[in-house]
């Protein structure tokens, strides 16, 4: 576990949101982006995964595409991404809804694991009360500039 140094309430409280917000943003989203890759998997790809395994024959393709795209940031043709995890063995398709292969479950099991071990390092010396305090903090923040403050 790293060591941090302690500041005062004062000295926290005066500190830019934008700077710490970007910061763990980008340290969080590449973490996750690293573990990911070691699948050859984006962050597209385990959306995909997680969708499709909590809702198995139920996405299709346009509604999935709809509900993911607002997400991504890295320009996804997520058809060639359903494509793509079709060519694995990892998605199938009847009747125009998509569902996991065993294949393809035992490689979002892997992922998630992965993906865990990021979550647990960045959790370190963090309690679930502080954690939720802190997604509090800045879904309020996002709701007060006019974003959507509710849960994704």
Not at 81 to 100: F, I, K, M, N, V
């Amino acid at each position: 576990m790293t060591t941090t140094k302690h500041y005062s309430q004062e000295q926290l409280a005066a500190q830019p949101i934008g700077h710490w917000s970007r910061t763990a943003a980008n340290l969080v989203i590449g973490g996750l982006r690293t573990a990911l890759a070691e699948e050859n998997l984006t962050q597209p790809h385990w959306w995909t995964l997680n969708h499709v395994a909590g809702a198995p024959a139920q996405w299709t393709r346009p509604a999935l595409t709809a509900k993911l795209a607002p997400y991504d940031d890295q320009h996804t043709d997520f058809e060639a991404l359903y494509a793509d995890l079709t060519a694995r063995g990892w998605l199938t398709e009847t009747d125009d809804r998509l569902t996991l292969t065993e294949a393809g479950e035992a490689g979002r099991l892997r992922a998630h694991d992965r993906n865990a071990k990021v979550h647990a390092r960045m959790r370190e010396g963090i309690d679930d009360a502080a954690y939720a305090a802190t997604i509090d903090v800045l879904r309020r923040l996002v709701a007060n500039l006019g974003g959507d403050g509710d849960l994704p």
